[in-house]
């Protein structure tokens, strides 16, 4: 059974850091892109970042290009987002996915809360 869960959300200000994590398990980590989706209140969920597991590839939407970093643990099965430089447009509850794309399996979610 396939596995996610993220961790890592919380309440940050403007300008401030967070570091999101997914633990995957039930599937070869190696053998996916994984990624990372959000979803703001009343907005559709949108694509945020993807890494390849078998050669470290990374795709980031524009919005958060140059203030975000993911990356990843293939001896932890486990996917990480850097956020920096956050901005209230960033607040949304993120979700981990595998394989990186809108109709995979999807973790509970963790909520990010930017304040200004």
């Known amino acids: 059974e396939v596995q996610l869960v993220e961790s890592g959300g919380g309440l940050v200000q403007a300008g401030g850091s967070l570091r999101l994590s997914c633990a995957a398990s039930?599937?070869?980590?190696?053998?996916?892109?994984i990624g990372w989706f959000r979803q703001a209140p009343g907005k559709e969920r949108e694509g945020v970042s993807c890494?390849?597991?078998?050669?470290?590839?990374?795709y980031y939407t524009d919005s958060v290009k140059g203030r975000f970093t993911i990356s990843n643990d293939n001896a932890k099965n486990t996917v990480y987002l850097q956020m920096n430089s956050l901005k209230p447009e960033d607040t949304a509850v993120y979700y981990c996915?595998?394989?990186?794309?809108?109709?995979?399996?999807w973790g509970k979610g963790t909520l990010v809360t930017v304040s200004s």
């Open positions: 890494i390849s597991s078998s050669d470290g590839r990374t």
């Open positions: 996915a595998v394989p990186c794309t809108m109709t995979g399996y």
């Open positions: 039930g599937f070869t980590f190696d053998d996916y892109a």
